[in-house]
């Protein structure tokens, strides 16, 4: 059976543009607070296959989106290359003992790191057995940019101030960590394939905490590592990149990939002028839409119009916020998909 989203990222002709959206399994769904409860914490919700499958199924079930997007979270990887994580109450995911230098990633191994994800693996295979042959299944990473980020600040940040005084001190060391972190990319996206994923998405989330020059060598230049190693070994999996806040220099986006995520802040006509010829395009609608019908059905008409249907998925411009109400998330869905 064909899959919408597939054949919308492969830029064939559909009936709609397919329809999801990021953080669409999470704490606006009832349903999702409920398992994250039995299942205790955040990380050990990730690390069970049964119940991380459960809540990526729930959008599916609840909302009838044509693409379920694995549970899990980009951090996953920096934490089984041997980092200590914690996701912390109203403050988030914590590294308490941030890389500093050289000797601090010695001990990092792609191989092993990738190997220890098994509990992803595992939710996929079991996911995709239980999900039905006409919706697609997203696998995804974090970029290494934006792992590194994290890594080195140790937690979410304002200024990048660690890892950017690194950047222009130490640019051997930062290259160095960026290389170990994209090796184990690469087999982690591949594992994911291998274990049932139909197409894969690389999260830059602080893209643009870097100027242009630096972005492109210390952040893009490896997500283009990443895609064109996929390409090589599964050239029918299409491959989603999502720098986030790159609206500046469209132009300088170039690489072996099929879909470019537009976040809300780049104009829909902008990343359509720039890029729609070269990529079918993934997004925009702003996430606070969503509190409103009104300002939903005004959103998508306003995509509609410069994207005609064509070479387009809908998502929002960056992850549904926990607090919008269900039936908003269901009427943007139908809405899109002319089951209005």
């Known amino acids: 059976m064909n899959k919408i989203f597939i054949d919308a990222c492969q830029g064939k002709d559909v009936p709609y543009s397919p329809v999801w959206m990021m953080r669409q399994a999470g704490r606006y769904l009832p349903e999702y607070r409920a ?51 914690d996701f912390i109450p109203n403050v988030g995911p914590v590294f308490s003992d941030p890389i500093k230098s050289i000797k601090d990633i010695q001990d990092f191994d792609p191989v092993k790191c990738a190997n220890n994800l098994s509990y992803v693996y595992d939710m996929l295979k079991i996911t995709r057995d239980r999900l039905d042959d006409s919706k697609a299944l997203i696998g995804f990473c974090g970029a290494p940019w934006t792992l590194v980020t994290y890594m080195i600040e140790g937690t979410g940040s304002k200024t990048y101030a660690n890892v950017k005084k690194l950047i222009y001190t130490n640019p051997e060391f930062i290259h160095s960590l960026l290389k170990v972190l994209t090796e184990s990319l690469k087999l982690y996206l591949e594992k994911q394939i291998l274990s049932g994923a139909d197409a894969v998405m690389i999260f830059d989330s602080w893209a643009s905490a870097l100027e242009k020059d630096t972005y492109l060598e210390f952040g893009w230049k490896y997500i283009q590592e990443i895609s064109t190693y996929i390409k090589s070994k599964y050239p029918h999996i299409p491959i989603i990149a999502f720098p986030k806040g790159v609206s500046g220099y469209l132009e300088e986006i170039d690489g072996d990939f099929d879909v470019f995520g537009v976040d809300w802040s780049t104009p829909i006509d902008l990343a359509h002028k720039k890029l729609g010829s070269k990529y079918v395009l993934q997004g925009n609608l702003e996430p606070t839409r969503l509190y409103s019908k009104d300002a939903i059905k005004e959103g998508v008409e306003k995509i509609k119009k410069v994207m005609q249907n064509k070479r387009h998925i809908f998502n929002l411009g960056h992850g549904i916020l926990p607090d919008v109400p269900v039936e908003n998330a269901k009427y943007f869905v139908k809405l899109v998909q002319d089951k209005l």
């Open 35 to 85: 398992v994250r409860k039995d299942a205790g914490d955040f990380l050990s919700l990730c690390k069970n296959p049964k119940l991380a499958s459960d809540v990526t199924l729930q959008p599916i079930d609840i909302l009838d989106v044509d693409a379920a997007i694995m549970f899990s979270d980009i951090l996953v990887v920096p934490l089984e290359l041997g980092m200590k994580l």
